[in-house]
């Protein structure tokens, strides 16, 4: 696949896809993200030349883009990516497939309406076949808004919009809906009936939740003839909501999960704990802090595993992560911790972070987090290798992009160092195993288009990021999937 342009992040968590529909109104052009990779479907090029968006990708059989734009393009650097006229897929159709193997946290899509009727109807097919790869899809077109929902969205409308809930793909089983004003609790929507249609929203935010197959959502003004937008819901895994099995603590990959109580001591939770002991804030939204140790204890691994091998259960903090989770609008952070300067709590000498855990575990820890940050942690989570392979495995696998061949490699002594190898581009589903590794690999290495590998001049703070983008992707695919309580997890 064409590689992006070299970021910091080295992942792209937007794509911006312009069809080569009717062009952006002003109205769609102040709601496209304002950072993003851009992919044009053929004479999509024209609108986000219009637009004023450096494109990153054409592709189609290029009949209908405009040599000015095309250039434009080319002159920018963009890849053009050229495919016979007669093809089975559409424009937009290899647009959001190129766009799919970035393996984006978002899809952004506009100018897909106008023109023939079987051209707009399979557009929007399309884009709802976009869901089944845990991403969340947005199409502006015009008035009209389309969101796909992969499990669980929160919607942003006007009070008295209504919103409208229509299944494609098949029935849509396990509809629930909140802030609307006719409720839905676990119903099926049969595809082809109008059961979800002209509902009406009762707040600012609606919560669309689907447990099986996809259903459209559609939210239209108070007016008959307002502005309409439609969300576009789909299911987990159908196999997964018929064949459940329940993760709960060590086999989830918790080594240990203590949580901040008011005495400012660090108590062990039982892990049937629940977050509503976390606190809240004016809203009533849950917001909170988990810190995460990742320890390279091989304890739970069998003496023959592979990166068992060498080690005689020495336990080091590896890698110091705080994960912030927002209720309210779904925000996902992730700070890196482990080597910074600071004023240890028990001692009052400065010294690296992860020094404060040696001195007096996790709760000495939490005090000198708090100390220099002002950060209150309410959950503290040990994951050693075996514990990150079960966390993963709870969730099946995790995506990750990857614009180009990737291993870890030491140059110096001409071996790899956790056998990580991904030798095929694109948006690959890593299980338990290829995940510990890709992590762990600090020796990071990618091959350009001649051929040659090239060591990632980050070195840890690469890996840092890494691992960053890693844990992100993880706890996203575990909150799509319903997890709520992170010491259990329900598939």
Same mark, same amino acid.
């Given at each position: ?10 992942? %792209? ?15 769609? *052009? ?185 259903? %459209? ?62 606190? *809240? ?59 910074? %300067? ?12 992860? +020094? ?39 969730? @099946? ?11 870890? %490699? ?71 999937? @319903? ?5 259990? +997890?329900?598939?």
């Amino acid at each position: 696949m064409p590689a992006p342009p070299t970021t910091d992040d080295q992942q %792209w968590h937007t794509v911006l896809v312009f069809g080569g529909g009717d062009p952006p109104t002003e109205l769609d *052009r102040s709601r496209l993200p304002a950072t993003a990779l851009v992919i044009a479907a053929d004479h999509g090029a024209d609108h986000a030349l219009v637009c004023g968006r450096p494109v990153d990708l054409v592709v189609g059989d290029l009949d209908s883009v405009s040599t000015r734009a095309l250039a434009a393009a080319s002159d920018a650097g963009a890849a053009i990516e050229r495919h016979p006229r007669e093809k089975d897929e559409s424009d937009l159709e290899l647009a959001l497939r190129r766009a799919l193997d970035h393996c984006p946290r978002r899809i952004v899509v506009t100018a897909v309406s106008g023109g023939r009727a079987d051209h707009e109807l399979a557009n929007l097919l399309v884009i709802a076949g976009a869901a089944n790869r845990d991403v969340d899809v947005d199409v502006f077109s015009g008035s009209d808004r389309f969101h796909v929902v992969t499990g669980r969205r929160r919607l942003e409308v006007e009070p008295d919009q209504i919103v409208t809930l229509l299944p494609v793909h098949g029935p849509a089983i396990g509809v629930t809906t909140l802030g609307l004003h006719y409720p839905l609790s676990n119903e099926t929507l049969d595809a082809g009936t109008t059961r979800g249609i002209s509902n009406v929203a009762a707040a600012s935010n609606v919560e669309v939740e689907v447990t099986e197959e996809p259903c %459209w959502s559609c939210c239209q003004g108070s007016e008959p003839d307002g502005p309409t937008s439609a969300s576009l819901g789909r299911a987990a895994n159908a196999a997964v909501g018929q064949h459940r099995r329940h993760r709960c603590g060590p086999s989830a990959g918790f080594g240990a999960l203590l949580r901040r109580d008011t005495s400012r001591t660090a108590r062990a939770l039982q892990l049937s704990g629940s977050l509503t002991e976390v606190e *809240r804030d004016e809203s009533g939204d849950r917001v909170l802090n988990i810190l995460l140790v990742g320890s390279d204890s091989s304890a739970g691994l069998d003496p023959d595993d592979p990166v068992a091998v060498g080690r005689v259960g020495e336990q080091n903090s590896d890698v110091m992560i705080i994960a912030h989770l927002d209720e309210r609008d779904g925000t996902v952070a992730a700070v890196a911790t482990r080597d910074l %300067w600071v004023e240890i709590s028990a001692t009052g000498r400065n010294a690296k972070l992860n +020094s404060a855990l040696a001195i007096g575990g996790p709760a000495e820890l939490i005090d000198t987090i708090e100390l220099n940050f002002g950060i209150p942690i309410n959950f503290y989570v040990d994951v050693d290798f075996a514990g990150f392979r079960g966390l993963v495995e709870a969730v @099946g696998s995790v995506d990750v992009a990857f614009p180009q061949p990737a291993r870890d %490699w030491n140059a110096q002594h001409n071996r790899t160092q956790t056998g990580f190898q991904q030798l095929e581009a694109g948006c690959i589903a890593l299980g338990p195993e290829e995940a510990l590794a890709y992590v762990r690999s600090r020796h990071y290495q990618t091959m350009d288009a001649d051929g040659v590998w090239h060591t990632d001049p980050g070195g840890d703070l690469g890996r840092i990021r890494r691992q960053q983008d890693f844990l992100k992707r993880l706890i996203r695919k575990a909150i799509d999937r @319903g997890a709520r309580n992170p010491s259990c +997890s329900t598939i």
